[in-house]
């Protein structure tokens, strides 16, 4: 992969991330654990439990996001980046535009 190439998705994933930081922080409050004491019914305090464990899910799923893009960024520092992890053939830069944390060429997605 050349140096254009690699700055290229240098920028993909550091933008992305930018966007989960800013993402998982709108999320803090979702998440905060309902207070006992809080004067609402109990149909209201279900409800609002509920919202909280999907804000809880949809944070876990970004959190693995971001985890995925700083493993994905490990890989462009060593060069592996772009290269399956299953066959060792080449990933479609259009593959990668969309999802620069894939690990897998789409034969060997499909096959999973």
Known sequence: MDSTTQQHYTDVITSRLAEIES?????????????PDV????????????????ALSGKRRIEEERNRLHEAQRRLITGSFG???LCGGAIAPERLEIQPAAVSCVPCAQKR
Do not use: N, V, W, Y
């Open 23 to 35: 993402e998982l922080k709108e999320l803090e409050e979702s998440t905060e654990a309902i207070s």
């Open 39 to 54: 004067s609402i019914g109990r149909l209201s305090r279900l409800d609002a439990m509920q919202h909280q464990q999907i």
């Open 83 to 85: 290269s399956c992890l």
